[in-house]
């Protein structure tokens, strides 16, 4: 790109700058989107604003097309890189300003499993989403899950395994909750490749998550029916 | 007679042709490949298999087909399809798995769980599939995020080669210093199921 072409963040009005900053995400433009974010505050967005209207509806296009097979995992990785990038400045201020928060969940790769890409990425959006997300990484025995679980106390518990060898230990996990009488305690969701919804209802699982995309979508579905379920008890 | 049709991964066509050669198989099984890259993205795997198979089906040049795939990341739907059709597919999860045997393999895997596997064919495609296919050549700063947990290459060789075992080191240097690991496999079990798939 020649210098008369380049754009200049600051000179474009809200709209197009939130538009732009859509493009930035998709093209995983990290030093672009921190700068969107960075104006946008200084224009006086909330911090709230900022995430859900820039980065959650940027990544909200990258999550449809990963879905669609239109982008691959190093374009999405590369996005969800940018919406990290520009979640680190709104982090510490939307703590201060005490936006909403969804839920929480506290989310893991199975034991045997180093395969964390899909983990994170459902990370990232999640947090995007506005939940509180608490990661446990890679290779957890049930121990840990239990652990995590008792010290956040989240409504979610999120598992993933990319192999067909592991995916099997997340039955040992809803198992012992079940054995401990504190399944229903959890809104159980499950993900990766090898994964399907025939799986996850035969492990226990409340859902199938296909993709980053829809774990959010499935989480906040699920954490509605959880809030008014409470709230008619 | 009709020959029988192995329809296959692209990385181990080369493979499936070397032992039909060399058991003099040429009369009675054909190879038909499929895009190796797939390897990246196995949701293609199936819809271009049923593509294949459908064709070679309507075609009545074959007795029988077989399928050269392992699981490769389908998560039982290939199995399934397979199921259907009343097909046959080589056993295991990978050919990672059929060319190490699967009791080595699971024996691989037990020592260390942040192994990459490379073959004959990875070893020498590795720029190609891996580095330019994930984009770790234009963004390197993916390879933490896609292979910070593995630390070591294994590098299960079906051809003794000195060149695809250098091909191998580089590929452990590239993956950020991995420790290297060759194990020269031969075909493994891929040899009985050409066998199997020849017999019909």
Same mark, same amino acid.
């Given at each position: 790109?020649?210098?008369?072409?380049?754009?200049?963040?600051?000179?474009? !009005?809200?709209?197009?700058?939130?538009?732009?900053?859509?493009?930035?995400?998709?093209?995983?433009?990290?030093?672009?989107?921190?700068?969107?974010?960075?104006?946008?505050?200084?224009?006086?967005?909330?911090?709230?604003?900022?995430?859900?209207?820039?980065?959650?509806?940027?990544?909200?296009?990258?999550?449809?097309?990963?879905?669609?097979?239109?982008?691959?995992?190093?374009?999405?990785?590369?996005?969800? !890189?940018?919406?990290?990038?520009?979640?680190?400045?709104?982090?510490?201020?939307?703590?201060?300003?005490?936006?909403?928060?969804?839920?929480?969940?506290?989310?893991?790769?199975?034991?045997?499993?180093?395969?964390?890409?899909?983990?994170?990425?459902?990370?990232?959006?999640?947090?995007?989403?506005?939940?509180?997300?608490?990661?446990?990484?890679?290779? !957890?025995?049930?121990?840990?899950?239990?652990?995590?679980?008792?010290?956040?106390?989240?409504?979610?518990?999120?598992?993933?395994?990319?192999?067909?060898?592991?995916?099997?230990?997340?039955?040992?996990?809803?198992?012992?909750?079940?054995?401990?009488?504190?399944?229903?305690?959890?809104?159980?969701?499950?993900?990766?490749?090898?994964?399907?919804?025939?799986?996850?209802?035969?492990?226990?699982?409340?859902?199938?998550?296909?993709?980053?995309?829809?774990?959010?979508?499935?989480?906040?579905?699920?954490?509605?029916?959880?809030? !008014?379920?409470?709230?008619?008890? | 007679?009709?020959?029988?049709?192995?329809?296959?991964?692209?990385?181990?066509?080369?493979?499936?042709?070397?032992?039909?050669?060399?058991?003099?198989?040429?009369?009675?099984?054909?190879?038909?490949?499929?895009?190796?890259?797939?390897?990246?993205?196995?949701?293609?795997?199936?819809?271009?298999?049923?593509?294949?198979?459908?064709?070679?089906?309507?075609?009545?040049?074959?007795?029988?087909?077989?399928?050269?795939?392992?699981?490769?990341?389908?998560?039982?739907?290939?199995?399934?399809?397979?199921?259907?059709?009343?097909?046959?597919?080589?056993?295991?999860?990978?050919?990672?798995? %059929?060319?190490?045997?699967?009791?080595?393999?699971?024996?691989?895997?037990?020592?260390?769980?942040?192994?990459?596997?490379?073959?004959?064919?990875?070893?020498?495609? %590795?720029?190609?599939?891996?580095?330019?296919?994930?984009?770790?050549?234009?963004?390197?700063?993916?390879?933490?995020?896609?292979?910070?947990?593995?630390?070591?290459?294994?590098?299960?060789?079906?051809?003794?080669?000195?060149?695809?075992?250098?091909?191998?080191?580089?590929?452990?240097?590239?993956?950020?210093?991995?420790?290297?690991?060759?194990?020269?496999?031969?075909?493994?079990?891929?040899?009985? %199921?050409?066998?199997?798939?020849?017999?019909?």
């Amino acid at each position: 790109m020649s210098d008369e072409d380049e754009i200049i963040l600051a000179e474009l !009005n809200d709209e197009e700058l939130v538009q732009q900053m859509h493009d930035d995400l998709y093209e995983g433009l990290k030093e672009e989107v921190v700068e969107g974010v960075e104006i946008l505050l200084d224009r006086g967005w909330t911090p709230y604003d900022v995430l859900t209207k820039a980065l959650v509806a940027g990544m909200t296009i990258v999550g449809i097309d990963f879905r669609d097979g239109i982008l691959y995992v190093p374009e999405v990785l590369m996005a969800a !890189n940018a919406m990290k990038a520009g979640m680190g400045i709104l982090k510490p201020l939307l703590a201060e300003t005490g936006a909403p928060k969804i839920g929480s969940m506290v989310i893991g790769t199975v034991k045997g499993d180093i395969h964390d890409i899909g983990k994170n990425l459902v990370s990232m959006m999640m947090e995007g989403a506005g939940f509180e997300v608490y990661d446990i990484g890679i290779n !957890n025995p049930v121990e840990n899950y239990l652990e995590a679980l008792e010290e956040h106390k989240p409504e979610i518990l999120g598992m993933s395994a990319l192999l067909t060898t592991t995916m099997p230990y997340m039955k040992v996990v809803v198992e012992t909750l079940v054995e401990k009488g504190v399944r229903d305690d959890y809104i159980i969701l499950v993900g990766g490749a090898p994964l399907n919804e025939e799986f996850a209802e035969s492990v226990g699982a409340d859902a199938y998550c296909r993709d980053a995309a829809v774990a959010v979508e499935t989480a906040k579905e699920w954490v509605a029916k959880m809030h !008014n379920r409470r709230a008619s008890a | 007679m009709k020959p029988n049709l192995v329809i296959g991964c692209g990385a181990i066509a080369q493979e499936l042709v070397a032992l039909i050669k060399a058991n003099g198989l040429e009369q009675r099984l054909e190879v038909t490949a499929l895009p190796a890259i797939w390897h990246n993205t196995p949701e293609k795997i199936l819809p271009g298999l049923k593509e294949k198979v459908t064709a070679a089906q309507q075609s009545g040049r074959y007795d029988t087909i077989y399928i050269g795939y392992a699981d490769c990341g389908t998560g039982g739907l290939l199995d399934r399809y397979i199921a259907d059709e009343g097909l046959e597919r080589i056993a295991g999860d990978h050919c990672y798995a %059929f060319y190490a045997g699967q009791a080595k393999f699971a024996e691989l895997f037990e020592q260390e769980l942040g192994t990459f596997y490379l073959t004959d064919y990875l070893a020498r495609h %590795f720029d190609r599939l891996i580095i330019q296919g994930y984009k770790l050549d234009t963004h390197p700063e993916l390879l933490p995020m896609m292979f910070g947990h593995y630390s070591k290459l294994v590098y299960l060789a079906q051809i003794d080669d000195p060149k695809l075992d250098a091909l191998a080191r580089e590929a452990a240097e590239k993956l950020g210093g991995l420790t290297y690991e060759r194990h020269l496999t031969g075909y493994g079990e891929l040899g009985e %199921f050409v066998a199997q798939a020849a017999r019909g």
